[in-house]
């Protein structure tokens, strides 16, 4: 005679609470930050620019009373602006096809903005094309006209 149990393999998963205002209220200020208790360990996510703010949050975690802290906030580096500009000025001289254009070039925080005039709609697509590829550009902005 053959016994046969079931037995549950599922467990229950660890409660989570959100505490990002108590942090928030702290004194902590990071882009997109997020703080949340999972089985007594709190976990600590956004984006900084610089290393003293996300270890401000760990301070502020121990302040709390909190011993277990998994800090995961990312420190993002500022875009060189400067440099981002002359990569573009210099990649869309670089192209042939680009030739006869008019295009002016501003960057701000790896946002880049392209301004002028162009001859056609292949044109405008080039030049988003070759500055998209640059290191630290975030996105680009198109204000060219034809």
Do not use: C, W
């Not at 016994?3 to 990002?20: G, R």
């Amino acid at each position: 005679m053959a016994l046969f149990f079931a037995v549950s393999a599922t467990a229950e998963p660890p409660a989570t609470h959100d505490v990002t205002a108590q942090f928030v209220s702290g004194g902590v200020i990071v882009e997109g930050f997020r703080a949340i208790e999972v089985g007594g360990i709190i976990i600590l996510r956004g984006h900084a620019t610089d290393m003293s703010s996300a270890e401000q949050a760990g301070v502020v975690a121990q302040t709390l009373g909190y011993n277990r802290v998994a800090n995961l906030i990312q420190i993002d580096a500022v875009p060189d602006d400067a440099r981002i500009a002359r990569a573009a000025e210099r990649g869309l001289a670089l192209q042939r096809g680009l030739d006869g254009t008019q295009i002016v070039v501003e960057s701000s925080n790896g946002v880049v903005r392209l301004s002028g005039t162009v001859s056609n709609e292949l044109q405008k697509d080039m030049a988003v094309d070759v500055v998209r590829n640059i290191d630290g550009v975030r996105s680009v902005q198109m204000a060219l006209k034809r």
